[in-house]
């Protein structure tokens, strides 16, 4: 089992930063890719940010392409998401994933193909 440990929401405005991190701990051998969703109220979750184990293939929803940044620290077992230019449209509670499997292409995207999942942490961003 792998589990996994979201930090760094809160309520920032419109124009701000934050940086949530995701601490991954128990067989973290065995993951593959690591990935950032999140659920607005009354919405999907949607996928956000992408990263193999080796900080290749990153990938972005396009919503967050140029805004955030995923990125990893394997030897502290942490993902990271910077979140820059923040807009009220981002306010959701994110999610960090892991999968086994390398996922490629869109089936990055699928949360159904992620076997691991955090807590989730609360982002409001006002106008």
């Known amino acids: 089992q792998v589990q996994l440990v979201e930090s760094g929401g809160g309520s920032v405005q419109a124009g701000g930063s934050l940086r949530l991190s995701c601490a991954a701990s128990g067989r973290t051998f065995s993951v593959n890719t690591m990935g950032w969703f999140r659920q607005a109220p009354g919405k999907e979750r949607e996928f956000t940010a992408h990263?193999?184990?080796?900080?290749?293939?990153?990938y972005y929803n396009d919503s967050v392409k140029g805004r955030f940044t995923i990125s990893r620290d394997n030897a502290k077992n942490t993902v990271y998401l910077q979140m820059d230019s923040l807009k009220p449209e981002d306010t959701a509670t994110y999610y960090c994933a892991a999968a086994n499997n390398r996922l490629v292409g869109l089936l990055r995207t699928r949360p159904d193909l992620y076997n691991y999942w955090g807590q989730g942490t609360q982002v409001t961003v006002s106008s």
């Open positions: 990263i193999r184990r080796d900080g290749g293939l990153i």
